[in-house]
């Protein structure tokens, strides 16, 4: 299976909740940041994955971060679109 396929998939399955989304809400998690402990946290574990030091724990915690942020990427990006789409 091709890397792109889990990410196509899960924006596919979030279409739907982007036909919920009014302009506040778009714009609204268009502009979501991690805050910094959770950024922090993120740097920690990417380093010591690059150096392949992660303990499972932190392999395990790593991956939710990842997939989390796959997540709300895509909505990010819906968020975006639909704004645009509402502009024109």
Same mark, same amino acid.
């Given at each position: 299976?091709?890397?792109?396929?889990?990410?196509?998939?899960?924006?596919?399955?979030?279409?739907?909740?982007?036909?919920?989304? $009014?302009?506040? $809400?778009?714009?609204?998690?268009?502009?979501?940041?991690?805050?910094?402990?959770?950024?922090?946290?993120?740097?920690?574990?990417?380093?010591?994955?690059?150096?392949?030091?992660? $303990?499972?724990?932190?392999?395990?915690?790593?991956?939710?971060?990842?997939?989390?942020?796959?997540?709300?990427?895509?909505?990010?990006?819906?968020?975006?679109?639909?704004?645009?789409?509402?502009?024109?």
């Amino acid at each position: 299976m091709p890397a792109t396929q889990p990410v196509m998939i899960l924006d596919s399955l979030l279409d739907s909740v982007s036909r919920c989304f $009014t302009a506040e $809400t778009a714009r609204a998690l268009a502009g979501l940041e991690a805050n910094e402990a959770v950024r922090q946290r993120i740097e920690v574990l990417a380093e010591k994955a690059n150096e392949g030091e992660l $303990t499972e724990s932190e392999r395990r915690d790593y991956e939710a971060y990842v997939h989390a942020g796959n997540v709300i990427a895509i909505l990010q990006a819906k968020a975006r679109l639909h704004l645009q789409q509402s502009a024109a």
